[in-house]
């Protein structure tokens, strides 16, 4: 009963501005002659008071008092204004019944009056259509977890799957439980430290600090935690203990390695902190990177110039590789750079040229789907090069799990989830039953199956 009333009201407020004057008429207006009658008056009282002060003399007085005289007796024959709308509660009552009857018949005939409220939470139907398939496994994991609380693996999954759809808070509150029930591995430990980075919009908390400690007292090269402790001292304020880990990474990467060049510029940022000259960076393995020079000047560039200089410094290595197509480190080398500038057409070309050198090695391709994963949003599809590569890797690895599990993602992700289990169930025979990686691929093709109820 509310809805009309308020449709009644609402219609009455807007017809309230056609009503109003039928209903009370038009306030009567002076004509134009009693305007100019009183404008004409006032320059005659105006005018005495300009005599009186002196401003003009008595015999321009009676010449100008004589002119406004004249005009205000001709004022005074000016017609009269004719009579505006007059009160009419008659018409008033007829235009109010005609709009209103209006509207009600054509919303009875056009509308559906009858037809019960449907908020789009509760068409099931329309939701589940419009979510994506990891969004579907997701909530399907959700609904598991409720009836088994204490699947470790199920948890683990759980957390990695809201942490790929950005939902930090509830994929750190999964991760924390995967850890209490026994998931304690040094790379599920760095990935939960790091969740609690991205939470917290990429501060290093003391609770993410304590948590990379935990890491590194269980896998001291671990270089995610030396990385992230790294940062925690730059926010700090301490910036030569920042650079002292840099430099520590620096020192475990190979030279020809594009990631030299971004912690170079970590490097740089922490010297200009503490107000000092950029030290020479960490010498890695065998061919020359940026020297501290390069660096220091890339770390005060314009973000534009400073992805020139890099992308310089890759078209420097591939007219290297160019005069030298036989180097298969080189193609290697070059197609991570050209990964992790985004340019996933010219990585593909290198590793496509060193897989031509060396056709029946199998890490050649699962390089180079690990170099173009390297920074992919995790919520948008594979990409086909990739995917590509992964096919490769397949022909000549059957039984590798790396393979098997990615290719079953593309499968969930391209909503073929038959091929998705498929490739995940030879991937459950192919590793130890019972293990924590055993339980999370079976919690996926658990979550499938529940996508499909």
Known sequence: MILPFLLALLAFIVLLPILAPLLRGNRPTPDRGSFDQAVYRDQLHELDRDVARGLITPTEADAARLEIQRRLLAADKMPAA??????SPVLATFVFLIIAAGSVSGYLWLGAPGLPDEPYAGRPAETAAAATPLEKSTEALAAKLKQNPADA??????????????????????????????????DIL???????????????????????RQVLAADPNSGIAHYYLSIAAMQAGEPQKAIDGFQ??????????????????????AAHAAGIPVPELAKGSTAPGPDAKAVADAATMPNDQRQAMIR??????????????????????????YAVLHETGKATEAFNSAAKLRPDDAAIP??????????????????????????????????????????????????????????????????????????????AVDALDGTRQ
């Open 366 to 443: 699962l390089q180079a789907v690990r170099a173009l994963l390297t920074d992919h949003p995790p919520t948008e599809k594979m990409p086909q090069d990739a995917i590509g590569f992964l096919k490769r890797a397949e022909t000549l690895d059957p039984d590798q799990p790396f393979v098997l599990w990615y290719l079953g993602l593309a499968a969930a992700q391209d909503a073929h989830p038959d091929d998705a289990k498929r490739y995940w169930l030879r991937l459950l025979a192919k590793i130890p039953a019972g293990g924590d990686d055993a339980r999370q691929v079976q919690a």
């Open 312 to 337: 310089g410094m890759v078209s420097k290595l591939a007219a290297k590789q160019a005069a030298d197509p036989s180097n298969l480190d080189g193609w290697l080398r070059l197609g991570q750079a």
């Open 248 to 269: 520590a990474l620096l020192a475990g990467l190979p030279e020809g390695s594009p990631l030299r060049a971004q912690l170079g510029l970590k490097v740089a940022e």
């Open 82 to 87: 004719p009579p505006r709308l007059t009160r």
């Open 190 to 212: 760095g990935d939960h430290a790091e969740i609690m980075v991205m939470q917290a919009g990429g501060t290093v908390t003391p609770a993410a600090e304590a948590a990379f």
């Open 153 to 186: 693996a199920g948890w683990l999954l759980y957390g990695r799957n809201l942490a790929m759809l950005s939902q930090w808070d509830q994929a750190e509150d999964a991760y924390r439980h995967a850890i209490a029930l026994g998931q304690t591995d040094p």
